[in-house]
């Protein structure tokens, strides 16, 4: 039994890619695009988001992924969690443990605090008895004693990431935690906390995800790491050593451009 | 997940409408008094006009309003969910249908508000209901379908094409005109009266407005169209939506 669930990865991606048709001159007008469509001109050009991806994550495995802007990853993210459907190749994961972990889901600032925990809760999947029995915690964790009859457009920034935070993490085992760049958020006590909770989530037992291009998120938290350029894996291993590389090749790429 | 669709679509219609009534005092109550004050001022203008050949003008008008004013909130707003919700729909892994239909629901609850106010004006002008009252739900229900059905197609073009929402507005007021709201049908020639038969909105329009203000059945070919155009346009809405949900998703 034991030896089974550790032979089947958490998530197992397979060659995927991902390719987005984008018109040479977009088309954002129905009369541009009635245009173009009677002169047989809307010409479109393949993106390639993603090519050839392909790798597993064993249960408990917390994978951090790395890549400057628009090598893919969020991309990457939306196929895992299931958002978006690749081109090629496919992803085996158990869709209903997958909790994408982005902050203030479904916000709305009109709305009191209270009114968005049950908004932003129902959104994220959590039933309506689950939201009442979790409320207080919630309010203890984002310290919003007393706050929670307020509309949120009245908040700090940082008590709205902190509300957010609190009813994201919520739920008390998510089989595959996706992280997508949360590990940033509050004043330094509220990061140390938040680090925490993340910690105790990662040590019950859930397969995690991290996307950061912040090489040091990946170091301290991460048990493997995979960096994605341009769409390509370009290197899987072990966290010091892709860091490192990344890191060497962000500097030579630096020289290369002076 | 049934349980949990409803739940969803409750908070999110309840964002909506108070959203809505956010910065009013009287919040909820402008869904019953738009429409009497709306209905005041085209009496105003036009029953001395239709006297003869419209009875109770303030009700004949209220009824196809209130039809009208659902069927334009529903569309109006259903048409900009997926746009609106972008980044939730990319986070969440619920049924995107989820957005043009609570958008549908909170103009149906506005709807059922404003039926107060129509309650309140047939006991003014002492206007009985009739058993035939009984049919008017089920030709809200289909009011209800078609207008969703219409709210998904309208919300997946208008993620391709912005202008549509423009375009959608010019033609609302055209379709307006030809949904005799506030005149009586009898005073255009025969073709054109053919025209407005073809229009659904009208059928829903004259449908109610037998059942309730007149008090008999509508005739089986009026309920025929109701019927058609209703499930007919939630069909078509539904696999538009659901055949080009990737495409949606890939173009936000």
């Not at chain 1, 541009?32 to 249960?59: K, M, Q």
Request: charged content about 20%.
């Amino acid at each position: 039994m034991e030896k089974r669930r550790e032979e089947r990865p958490a998530i197992a991606v397979r060659h995927v890619s991902m390719y987005y048709k984008v018109p040479v001159e977009g088309a954002s007008s129905f009369k541009e695009y009635v245009i173009g469509a009677l002169r047989g001109r809307n010409r479109t050009r393949v993106l390639r988001a993603l090519e050839d991806i392909s790798f597993d994550v064993r249960r408990g495995e917390v994978l951090g992924i790395i890549g400057t802007n628009g090598s893919g990853k969020s991309t990457l993210l939306k196929i895992i969690s299931g958002a978006l459907l690749p081109t090629r190749g496919q992803v085996e994961a158990d869709r209903d443990s997958i909790q994408l972990l982005t902050l203030g889901t479904g916000f709305d600032r009109e709305l009191t605090a209270r009114e968005n925990v049950y908004l932003s809760g129902a959104l994220l999947g959590y039933s309506r008895d689950f939201i009442r029995r979790k409320y207080r915690k919630i309010v203890e964790f984002a310290e919003l004693e007393g706050f929670m009859e307020q509309k949120v457009k009245n908040f700090s920034s940082g008590m709205v990431s902190r509300l957010g935070f609190a009813i994201a993490t919520a739920r008390e085992t998510p089989g595959i935690l996706i992280l997508d760049e949360v590990l940033s958020v509050g004043d330094m006590f509220f990061r140390e906390k938040s680090a925490g909770r993340i910690q105790e989530m990662i040590h019950s037992g859930a397969t995690v995800l991290i996307v950061s291009h912040s090489v040091d998120t990946v170091r301290k938290n991460c048990t493997r790491a995979l960096w994605i350029e341009k769409g390509r894996q370009r290197m899987d291993g072990e966290p010091g050593e892709v860091c490192a590389a990344y890191t060497d090749w962000g500097k030579r790429r630096k020289e290369v451009g002076r | 997940m049934r349980g949990h669709l409803y739940f969803v679509t409750g908070q999110l219609v309840a964002r909506e409408m108070k959203r809505k009534y956010s910065r009013s005092r009287l919040g909820i109550l402008w869904s019953v008094l738009n429409p009497l004050l709306s209905m005041a001022v085209l009496s105003m203008i036009f029953s001395t006009m239709f006297r003869k050949s419209i009875e109770d003008y303030p009700v004949y008008y209220l009824t196809g309003l209130l039809i009208w004013s659902f069927f334009t909130a529903a569309t109006n707003t259903a048409m900009t969910a997926l746009a609106d919700n972008q980044a939730l729909l990319l986070q969440v892994r619920l049924p995107r249908s989820v957005f043009p239909l609570s958008r549908v629901v909170t103009a149906f609850v506005n709807f059922l508000y404003s039926l107060a106010a129509y309650a309140v004006m047939l006991l003014v002008f002492r206007i009985p209901l009739r058993e035939s009252a009984l049919v008017f739900p089920v030709i809200v229900l289909f009011l209800f379908l078609f207008s969703l059905g219409m709210g998904y197609v309208l919300s997946v073009l208008y993620v391709f094409f912005g202008d549509i929402r423009h375009l959608y507005g010019v033609a609302l007021t055209l379709w307006m005109y030809l949904s005799a709201l506030f005149y009586p049908l009898e005073l255009l020639p025969r073709t054109m009266q053919a025209v407005i038969w073809q229009n659904p909105v009208y059928n829903f329009i004259a449908g109610a407005r037998d059942c309730l203000l007149y008090g008999r059945m509508p005739p089986a070919m009026v309920l025929l169209r109701i019927a058609l155009w209703g499930a007919g346009m939630y069909g078509a809405g539904r696999v538009v939506f659901w055949k080009s949900q990737n495409r949606v998703i890939q173009k936000l």
